[in-house]
């Protein structure tokens, strides 16, 4: 094994390869053992959660990730088939590191690991996924033996089942009870939520009809890849939700921790109208308890539509914006105790849910406004979706520096403002007619991503044309 080995594999949130070529149990093994030498042990933590979703490797994986770190005198709780964010609430709840094998929504010939301290905080490259990376190449290298020398103690490994916890613990965080009854078609994409659903929304007592739609799990997804975020994998729930005359739809990804809904119509709603939906909900729910509006921050990344801050602004709250990608987004939320926050790709993070994502408690604010008045969702949706978005269209362009800066200056001499926390943000017109676009590059390949929003197609239409013409040129 090649000293970049593990660098071709281990990205900047996770670790995510192949399997066996790259990820395998030796691999797993040593980075548990790296993983209890550089973040649990530090931080004088002495026991671990570890769960697996349902791809045909994770139990191996995950078995070995734990023999490393229970080599280190490290308690480990297997939870078995969970989905990431149950992980996140066993990590949570037991103030405790964790340890979550998925590879999300990638083909069946993936495998991965998502890694975090104890409360849920995330582990990357920039807070120690890096040295767990450096320290596991450096073992698998030498061979090296990842026991204890003989006389210490070695860490036991036990099983628990938390589904109903964590189900019971969402529940507390938002009351499902009191709505009208709705019919809810749930595509699980053959993934975790299959497993997770059953427990959270078809529990006894509820005003909820779900209708199931693959939830046998099955890591080869032999209906449709389990990532929503394409228009073609909401097909089929957008048949199902016409056919069945249902309320709306939910579809979760891989490991059930993104959830993207569909209305009654079968039309999708965008995440940004649903950060705003729940952001509204959440600023009124600790005004309710006696916050000054204020006080309450909300966390959205700089590709929101401009109605999530606009949203907040006149709940009175504070909005606060943040480069794309989870591990700033929980550092902002961190940082400005922010009680909520989303991202364009359907990532909803909660204060009450130790800042940590969860697209199951994202969809329950969903079906709780939903139930608690009488329009149909697209009503409810709709002042949160005025606005007239490209969607992320991307772009392989050879000198990324070089397209930026043709469209900076486009955008200058037409007067835009500029703004540079993300790549290039550019917009500019009135409150009534608008237009602004981000443009990012990628950090591992020769890739742009265009996002364009307008207060009109029109407008919208001939933003994004002409930029992709000078990205393009």
Known sequence: MTSARLRDFIKAYDVRGLVPEELNPAVATALGSAFAQVVVLPESESAMVIGHDMRASSPELSRAFAAGVSAHGVDVTMIGLCSTDGLYYASGARSVPGAMFTASHNPAAYNGIKLCRSGARPVGLDSGLAEVRDLAQWLLDRGANHALPAGDRVGSIEEADLLVDYADFLHSLVDLTAGRPLRIVVDAGNGMAGHTVPAVLQRSGLPLEVV?????????????????????????????????GADLGLAFDGDADRCFVVDERGEPVTPSAITALVAAREIAREVAAGVEAAEVAIVHNVICSRV??????????????TRVGHSYIKAHMAEHDAVFGGEHSAHYYFRDFWFADTGMLAAMHVLAALGGQERPLSQLVAPYERYVASGEINSFVEDTDAAIARVRAWGEERGASVDLLDGLTMGTGTDQEFWWLSLRPSNTEPLLRLNVEASDGATMSAIRDEVLRMVRA
Not at 213 to 236: I, K, Q, S, V, W
Not at 309 to 318: K, N
């Open 308 to 321: 999530v801050p606009e949203t907040i602004a006149a709940a009175g709250a504070r909005a606060v914006r």
């Open 212 to 244: 199931p739609l693959y939830f046998e799990l099955d890591g080869t997804f032999p209906h449709h890849e389990a990532n929503p975020l394409e228009p073609e994998n909401l097909r089929d729930l957008q048949a199902a939700v016409r056919a069945e």
